[in-house]
């Protein structure tokens, strides 16, 4: 089973509207990455959260995380068209010896 | 620019055969991996390497070999005894182990 899952696995929504991805995970990490794939590309690292952090902010993007429900999320404010990805979570285990990859949100925001 | 390239993006190989997908980073980064990608799929890690002349299996080594003879540089070759090759191969590298990662554009293989 995945260490990192996301939700939902796709999202559509109007430009200007905020987007929101959730990340659940198992086991007990030693940071948690957020990275963003357009279709055939390399992936992109957008925010790096540690586990001792509750909350990152990047521009229009906010990063939580909730280490007892073992849980983050992902927040896009006032979407843009261009920023229609796939949005991957991926979580360092804490022991730092091994990050994995969760399946990804598809987000779709339409003009 | 400082980045990391994979060398051809796209890539056709008849069964049975060998190939090998290139991957450089003028980064200075000590680390460097190798993703397999399926579609609609996460990010499967095949080889990684922390160091020079070192590296290690990931989830899903089987019928892939690596080298890291220098910094960097870090092939991967798709040999024969790998059943299922056609994917989308990403290859990644960051100052230190599972750091922020920098990714390359990819390499798409289809086996004919």
């Known amino acids: 089973s995945q260490q990192g899952e996301e939700d939902p696995q796709a999202l559509s929504i109007q430009e200007g509207e905020n987007a929101t991805m959730n990340c659940s995970y198992k086991?007990?990490?030693?940071?948690l990455q957020w990275y963003r794939q357009n279709s055939g590309r390399g992936l992109v690292h957008l925010i790096l959260?540690?586990?001792?952090?509750r909350e990152k902010h990047s521009g229009r993007l906010r990063v939580t995380l909730d280490t007892s429900k073992k849980s983050s999320s992902l927040l896009i404010t006032a979407s843009r068209a261009a920023d229609t990805a796939s949005y991957f979570c991926?979580?360092?285990?804490?022991?730092?010896?091994?990050?994995?990859f969760g399946t990804g949100t598809r987000l779709a925001v339409r003009p | 620019d400082g980045g990391i390239t994979q060398s051809p993006k796209y890539l056709f190989r008849k069964e049975g055969q060998n190939v090998t997908l290139s991957c450089e980073q003028n980064?200075?980064?000590?680390?460097m991996y190798w993703y397999r990608q399926d579609p609609g799929q996460g990010l499967r890690l095949i080889y990684y390497?922390?160091?020079?002349?070192?590296?290690q299996k990931g989830d899903i080594a089987e019928g892939y070999s690596v080298s890291r003879e220098k910094k960097e540089s870090f092939p991967l070759t798709v040999t024969s005894a790998q059943k299922n090759p056609t994917a989308f191969y990403l290859c990644?590298?960051?100052?230190?182990?599972?750091?922020?990662?920098?990714f390359g554009p990819g390499t798409r293989l289809t086996v004919l």
């Open positions: 990644a590298s960051s100052t230190a182990r599972y750091n922020e990662q920098f």
């Open positions: 086991t007990s990490i030693n940071n």
């Open positions: 959260i540690r586990s001792n952090e």
């Open positions: 991926a979580t360092v285990s804490s022991s730092g010896d091994k990050l994995t």
């Open positions: 980064l200075n980064h000590d680390a």
């Open positions: 390497s922390q160091i020079v002349n070192d590296f």
